[in-house]
């Protein structure tokens, strides 16, 4: 053989063991790269739940006035010969929450208690007027045990419970007999607002 490249004191064995040892950084390499993907596709995995939720409305209708007490009276014309003005009062709201059926609608129904009554030559009368998208108003009514609606075409509203929201109920004691006045005669009426589905 050639003297450069002859080493007599190399055998086959020797040449077999140094290729072993360059192949055991290799074979730690690829399991330290095979691991990195394991782990890799465990962070990377994800497990999904459903949860079943039920959700609805509940129907409700809650009232309530802004005012207990209404003090109405028929005062002096000031002026001789002239007819007293009727007395009114609008610093009451009717404030309520609503919710309804589909196709469903709620009024309110205005009424005084069995043995009330106005004042000799008098009528008290109540008017409700509701606010935008929170019903319609029925008109002037006489008050009498009878209920009669004040506010229909009620649906899904809340008026709000500031000072002046919701329906502004105003009651008016009318003269209807000067002649028929009897001076300082009191009456008291419980009226009764009732809201139910029309």
Known sequence: MNALFDFPF???????????????????????????????????????????????????????????????????????????ANATSTNTYAQYSSTVASGVTRRITAAWATGNSAPTGCDLRLTATPGSGQGTSAGQKVLSTSAQNIVTGIGGCATGTGGTSGAQLAYTLNINTMTSLVANEIKSASITLTMTDS
């Open 10 to 84: 190399v055998s086959d064995r020797h040449v077999a063991s140094l290729l072993a040892m360059t192949k055991k950084p290799l074979k730690i390499v690829l399991i330290g790269v095979l691991c990195v993907f394991i782990l890799a596709g465990q962070i990377r995995s994800a497990t999904t739940v459903t949860s079943a939720v039920s959700v609805s409305i509940a129907s409700f209708c809650l009232m309530a006035v802004t005012s207990s007490s209404v003090n109405l009276t028929i005062s002096n014309p000031g002026t001789p010969g002239n007819i007293p």
